[in-house]
Nanobody
Framework: QVQLVESGGGLVQPGGSLRVSCAASGLFLDYYAFGWFRQAPGKEREAVTCIDSSGDHPYYSDSVKGRFTISKNNAKNPVSLQMNNLTPEDTAIYYC???????????????????WGQGTQVTVSS
């Protein structure tokens, strides 16, 4: 049974940094692309970043490019997201889904992912 558990969320001041992690079990990391999505109150869930199954090819949305870094090492858990220069607009629940893919697939839609964790809350506020 696949299980994804996000952790590391919390309260951080604007301009600060936070690292969230996703521990995966029940799947073979080499076969899965991972993403980080977020959902703020009253808004749709949106893709923040994703990385292909090899862990070598990331994608970033324009809103986080240059501030966030996703990392995936198939030799070890977890999949991580380093977030720098955070703003109040980054406040949301962050989810780490997994998608069974081949090659350099970079799934960016919610419906492309079959496995989801429970999410971790990130709040950016002074």
């Amino acid at each position: 049974q696949v299980q994804l558990v996000e952790s590391g969320g919390g309260l951080v001041q604007p301009g600060g940094s936070l690292r969230v992690s996703c521990a995966a079990s029940g799947l073979f990391l080499d076969y899965y692309a991972f993403g980080w999505f977020r959902q703020a109150p009253g808004k749709e869930r949106e893709a923040v970043t994703c990385i292909d199954s090899s862990g070598d090819h990331p994608y970033y949305s324009d809103s986080v490019k240059g501030r966030f870094t996703i990392s995936k090492n198939n030799a070890k858990n977890p999949v991580s997201l380093q977030m720098n220069n955070l703003t109040p607009e980054d406040t949301a629940i962050y989810y780490c889904p997994a998608a069974l893919t081949t090659g350099w697939g970079l799934p960016q839609r919610v419906d492309e992912y079959t496995e989801w964790g429970q999410g971790t809350q990130v709040t950016v506020s002074s």
